[in-house]
């Protein structure tokens, strides 16, 4: 499998390119405001985009969607939630095929209502479900309980030594795994929803006390 992490635009927002090398298959995630440096990899690594996906609809993950999709003629692919028109709407399990990669859908509301996770063999895309010590943001109510929801009953059940790939690069580091998050990012650490919220709340004072950027 090859999987890059490319800089993108937006504040300081991670695209993907994936690909199965054997075939020259490809997919690109979240190109985020920036489709060529997508074509220049494609082009130089010779690879045959298939699919265009996005974790959710927000601009700075769509931006520059449809120009590849227009370019390589790959259909679009979002949560069936999304406001956002799609050729191929995904519901959590969906499968897509990169060549003999397959790509399982997670669907992971809370940041936004058509947020996705994308568990690729060993790696997962969060988005902007969880970053590196960190995670997206959410209202205070029903969002941040679907979020909880989400990253307990989703992402946390996933092996340990699963490689965590993020939306955006707000974190320490730009990759992570599972099993690291679970032991250093306070906000899996705390005990239940209400902490969970509370962190939220207080989240300025408490990067403050424990001098995170």
């Known amino acids: 499998m090859l999987l890059e992490q490319i800089r993108t635009a937006g504040d300081r927002n991670f695209g993907y390119l994936v690909a199965d ?7 690109v ?11 220049r990899r494609l082009e130089e690594s010779g690879l045959r985009l298939r699919w265009v996906l996005a974790t959710h609809h927000h601009f700075d993950h769509t931006d520059g969607a449809s120009e590849l999709c227009r370019r390589y003629h790959a259909p679009l692919a979002l949560h069936r939630l999304s406001p956002m028109a799609a050729e191929i709407p995904l519901d959590d399990g969906s499968i897509l095929d990169i060549g ?11 940041h936004t209502e058509d947020s996705i996770c994308i568990l690729l063999p060993g790696a997962v895309l969060t988005g902007d479900t969880l970053f590196v010590g960190k995670v997206g943001g ?17 992402l946390l059940t996933l092996p340990d030594e ?12 730009s990759v992570s795994t599972i099993g690291d998050e679970k032991k250093q990012n306070p906000f899996l650490r705390q005990p239940d929803f209400e902490n969970f919220v509370d962190l939220k709340r ?7 006390e424990h001098g995170i950027a």
């Open 100 to 110: 003999a990669l397959r790509a399982r859908i997670l669907h992971t509301p809370g």
């Open 202 to 208: 207080n989240w300025q004072a408490y990067k403050a």
């Open 162 to 173: 699963t490689l965590v790939y993020p939306g955006h690069d707000v974190g320490v580091r």
């Open 138 to 154: 959410t209202d205070f109510a029903e969002g941040a309980r679907r979020q909880w929801q989400s990253l307990h009953e989703k």
């Open 29 to 39: 995630v979240d190109p985020s405001g920036a489709p060529e440096k997508f074509v």
């Open 21 to 27: 090398p054997a075939s020259g298959v490809a997919a």
